[in-house]
């Protein structure tokens, strides 16, 4: 292979190894279909695009290569595989789709204590979509999309209540105020102090029930995706939307007092933190 066809081919890996790590699947379709071999092409350090993928959180691209027929078994410098890395981040989606060999199997890597190792707070049910993070037009039309979830936080302390209701014999469960945009519009309005951050999109969506859930039908410019942003308020601002929802605190301290979230919960909160 001449030096050309060298720097050739290394320019091809390193925008598969882009597109993975961005979640641009329309762009990885199309280079593999050129080149399908480049599949499981690795960077020095040994990083495939699969790898990419799942360090990243990106599972329809996950799904692609898999589709493609990469092989999820290959190790980095690191002695990390896809799974490793996707387990280490948290994205129990992804580690679950590349644990699944056949039917009930699991690979003999994959030990069956993981659990006892899990992050705490690396549970997600979070797509970061990061494709979309400098997309403005599509993030100012998800602002106030009324699908759209919106997590209240000040001074890092996420806004909660109390699930169970007072007749349930069972005790209350915190959990995480999913508030939508009419909620927090005069918060965000208030733009000192104020910090709107991008989280990402539920993993599993139906288009029809978004619609049907908001009580109105669904129009052709819709993806379906349900966008979650979590947004920074100041303590003055924080008082006065206690008072407004007293059924509502800010969970103080953050640390340990996070601890009594869901996991799933906890993940979202992490999430914020992450970015």
């Not at 050129?34 to 699969?50: D, E, I, K, Q």
């Not at 209240?152 to 014999?169: D, H, I, K």
Request: proline letters at 3%; charged letters at 25%.
């Amino acid at each position: 292979m001449t030096d050309f066809e060298k720097n050739l081919h290394q320019n091809m890996v390193s925008q598969l190894h882009d597109f993975a790590a961005a979640g641009d699947t329309a762009g990885l379709k199309v280079l593999l279909k050129r080149l399908p071999s480049l599949v499981n092409a690795a960077t020095r350090n040994g990083w495939t695009a699969l790898m990419y993928g799942a360090r990243n959180g990106h599972l329809e691209v996950v799904q692609v290569l898999l589709q493609e027929g990469c092989d999820r078994s290959i190790v980095n410098k690191s002695r990390q595989t896809a799974l490793d890395i996707a387990k280490f981040w948290g994205y129990k989606h992804i580690a679950n789709l590349l644990a699944n060999v056949k039917g009930d199997q699991k690979p003999s890597f994959l030990s069956n204590d993981v659990k006892e190792y899990e992050n705490y707070f690396g549970m997600t049910l979070l797509d970061r979509r990061s494709d979309k993070r400098t997309d403005s037009k599509w993030l100012s039309k998800k602002q106030s999309h009324p699908a759209t979830v919106y997590i209240l936080f000040s001074n890092l302390s996420p806004l909660v209540t109390l699930g169970g209701g007072r007749e349930s014999s069972q005790q209350p469960e915190v959990k995480l105020c999913r508030l939508c945009h009419k909620d927090v519009e005069q918060c965000m309005n208030q733009t000192e102090e104020c910090t709107l951050i991008f989280l990402g999109v539920d993993l599993q969506f139906d288009m029809n029930l978004v619609a049907a859930c908001n009580g109105r039908v669904q129009q052709e410019d819709e993806d379906g995706l349900v966008a979650w942003f979590a947004l920074s308020i100041d303590s003055a601002s924080a008082e006065k939307f206690k008072q407004k929802h007293e059924d509502c605190y800010f969970l103080h301290p953050p640390m340990p007092a996070l601890l009594q979230l869901p996991e799933k919960e906890a993940g979202k909160v992490h999430k914020m933190q992450q970015v």
